[in-house]
């Protein structure tokens, strides 16, 4: 998912296709039995919203475009050409060949229209535009065709009488953040793209030039005027897109209104580079709801399980068919292989709004490889994957925020073997293979905007970890994340076959280098093959070809080192602190001399905060009794932060910690049901992961309780 989604475009799968047209005698011929490129051949793919032109002549007499519509829809059809012996006609057939409508009218020499056409069934149409003549004569000339309408799944409309559709961004800081919607039947709104063929419209484009941003009440609207629209689900995005001179997080609030009722609101907070969605369920009775999705935070497999252990197996070579809503966010296939093969799988969006993704993980249910958009101008998915061991693969097909998303569709999916090449693909996101074998290890490392190098010369397990800004993370479980950052390498990694030459790496490849604070993370796992020789990891951080960061450090088993660097808009880059951390310790903050000014908070309490990279921690102090039974929960609100939580006794002794509230499902923090020993004043220390070296930020909520 680039920031701005492209405009859909449609190329999607074509039957072969075989028309016979019937025309009537007010042509040259009284019937035309014509094969459209031949057997096996097809049209050009078209969607509404698409200009496109053409040119007709003695070789090429007649021009088709296909389109993938579903029952209802409602199109026009607009040709104009400046060559009036061209006399044009345009025919639209279904995918029999059985005429839906046209334009037979070759007296209009140089248009030809067809208006407000409801198609009856779902399925792919053909838009024949023909030369007046047909095949005889020597007319020629270049034409533009213009599609236009409505395109709905199921064929659904909503009529607003008392006014349309708005979607209101607002913030108050100089800094650049923009809105798109989406709407059900692929059309898109944008700054790129203002308009959108089902009548949405965006007014402005606020704060897009940061020497000229303002602080004052910036807003963007995009709306859809009273009157017949889509209903469905509309996709909202609001993207943090310049921090310009103010940066840090920033608070926004999305008002929307439908039919002249009551807007509803959703409030957020989002730090640069990241993405917050929303969505909009329009039903055709007129009701609606505004479903709050969440900050964009990628893949997360553990909301997958279901799908995951209802999976249809698949065979290689097969092609299935689907459809993704808001119900069913997902769908899983599986599929046996063996090692060493290489499949494809793609998924192709067939109607309405989808906008795939794909997820491949392997026989563990382990990421392999992940894909958003398969090119820089296509919304399908597509991976390429070379599979590490013999076993039962997984095949996720979901849509981009997956749960938090509001896109919906249906598509094709295909599984296929292909056999190994040495090329390359063209896309980072295309494939994310980790390299373990010894071969791979003596392989060139590929260069990139970002590259991060950890090396050690022992047969230990050392997990290099990457977070970017927008809170994903690169490491050996999650080899690939949405910016673009790829584990080439993981050496050592469960000690499989260890080399006393071991090489991480992750890298983002070339012009997919994401502003923002960047966390690099070193464990310590294990030690391999009973290697006890002292550790010394060297590790180099490189941001567009200079050298940020290259140190040289001592570890022990089960230590975790943690740097962090920031990139800047201009992408030039600095470094941060490094230095070992003990989550189980909180010393390391040097929290006791602001012990005396903590903010206070009773029993009952929440209270909100932030993390910065200026203020990595804020302490709370509460008056405790003997005997109370008391729990402390802080989860995240915003940003990136992955909350850490401490509580300190009177006598400044920690008696409790939380890092995760479960390990690798749900990253806040709750300290739970702690039996006070004395009455006085106890503290709470709200941090983030890292601790005086962490690198996530943003705002929290929390809360006190007792029992």
Request: one cysteine or more.
């Amino acid at each position: 998912m680039n920031v701005m989604r492209c405009i859909r475009t449609s190329f999607r799968p074509l039957a072969t296709l075989a028309l016979v047209v019937m025309l009537s005698a007010v042509l040259s011929v009284s019937v035309w039995g014509t094969t459209a490129y031949a057997q096996g051949g097809s049209g050009q793919p078209i969607t509404v919203g698409d200009v496109v032109s053409g040119t007709l002549d003695a070789d090429n007499f007649m021009q088709v475009y296909s389109l993938t519509a579903s029952a209802g829809d409602l199109i026009t059809v607009e040709l104009s050409t400046e060559e009036a012996a061209l006399a044009p006609v345009v025919v639209i057939t279904d995918a029999r060949g059985n005429i839906v409508a046209q334009d037979r009218d070759i007296e209009s020499a140089t248009t030809a229209t067809l208006a407000d056409v409801e198609l009856p069934s779902t399925g792919t149409y053909y838009i024949l535009v023909m030369r007046g003549s047909g095949a005889e004569g020597t007319a020629s000339g270049t034409y533009t065709l213009r599609l236009s309408g409505i395109q709905q799944v199921g064929g659904q409309t909503a009529t607003l009488e008392n006014g349309g559709i708005t979607f209101q961004l607002s913030w108050n800081a100089a800094v650049d953040l923009n809105l798109e919607v989406r709407d059900p039947v692929g059309g898109t709104v944008h700054r790129a793209s203002p308009g959108s063929p089902s009548g949405g419209a965006l007014d402005a484009d606020a704060n897009a030039d940061c020497a000229t941003a303002t602080a004052d009440a910036p807003t963007e609207t995009i709306s859809w005027p009273a009157g017949v629209v889509p209903a469905g689900s509309y996709e909202v995005i609001v993207y943090y897109t310049q921090p310009c001179d103010a940066g840090g997080p920033q608070v926004f609030q999305l008002n929307v209104a439908v039919n002249g009722q009551t807007p509803q609101a959703i409030v957020g907070t989002l730090n640069p580079g990241q993405e917050y969605l929303a969505r909009l369920v329009l039903d055709p009775d007129g009701t609606w709801q505004l479903i709050n999705g969440g900050v964009n935070a990628g893949l997360n497999v553990t909301m997958l399980g279901t799908h995951i252990a209802n999976a249809t197996p698949i065979a290689l070579g097969s092609t299935v068919s689907g459809v993704i809503t808001n119900v069913t966010p997902a769908q899983a296939y599986t599929f046996d292989a063996t090692a060493g093969a290489k499949v494809t799988v793609s998924m192709q969006a067939q109607s309405g709004s989808l906008d795939p993704y794909l997820v491949l993980l392997g026989p563990g249910n382990a990421t392999l490889a992940s894909n958003d958009d398969a090119g820089p101008n296509s919304t399908d998915a597509a991976i390429t994957y070379t599979l590490p061991t013999d076993g039962t693969y997984t095949v996720i097909a979901t849509r981009y925020g997956l749960t938090i998303g509001g896109t919906e569709g249906e598509y094709n999916l295909n599984v296929a073997a292909v056999q190994p090449t040495v090329q390359q693909p063209s896309t980072a996101e295309t494939v994310a293979t980790p390299v373990a074998g010894a071969e791979e290890q003596a392989s060139p490392l590929p260069s990139g905007s970002i590259e991060v190098k950890l090396e050690w010369a022992t047969l230990a397990d050392l997990q290099l970890l990457v977070r970017d800004p927008s809170g994903d993370s690169v490491y050996d479980d999650s080899p690939i994340v949405p910016s673009g950052g790829i584990l080439e390498r993981n050496g050592n990694v469960g000690c499989q076959a260890p080399t006393d030459t071991p090489v991480s790496y992750i890298y983002w490849p070339p012009n997919r280098l994401m502003p923002g604070t960047y966390e690099v993370e070193v464990w310590y796992q294990a030690v391999c093959a009973d290697d006890t020789r002292p550790v010394n990891f060297g590790l180099s951080v490189n941001v567009n070809g200079q050298t940020i960061i290259n140190t040289t450090q001592p570890a022990s088993p089960d230590s975790h080192y943690m740097i962090t660097f920031k990139v800047e808009p201009d992408g030039t880059a600095i470094a941060g602190p490094g230095d070992f951390f003990d989550m189980a310790n909180a010393a390391s903050l040097n929290y006791l001399p602001a012990l005396p000014t903590a903010l206070l908070i009773e029993y009952g309490q929440t209270v909100t905060g932030s993390i910065t990279d200026q203020q990595h921690f804020v302490v709370y102090a509460f008056e405790g009794q003997i005997g109370d039974v008391i729990s402390v929960g802080m989860e995240a609100t915003g940003g990136t932060l992955d909350p850490a939580l401490y509580l300190i006794s009177p006598e400044h002794i920690q008696l409790r910690y939380n890092d995760d509230v479960v390990p690798g499902e749900n990253p806040n923090s709750v300290i739970k049901d702690v039996t006070l020993a004395s009455s006085g004043t106890y503290y709470i220390i709200a941090t983030h992961y890292g601790l005086h070296v962490g690198g996530t930020q943003g705002t929290f909520s929390l809360t006190l309780t007792q029992q």
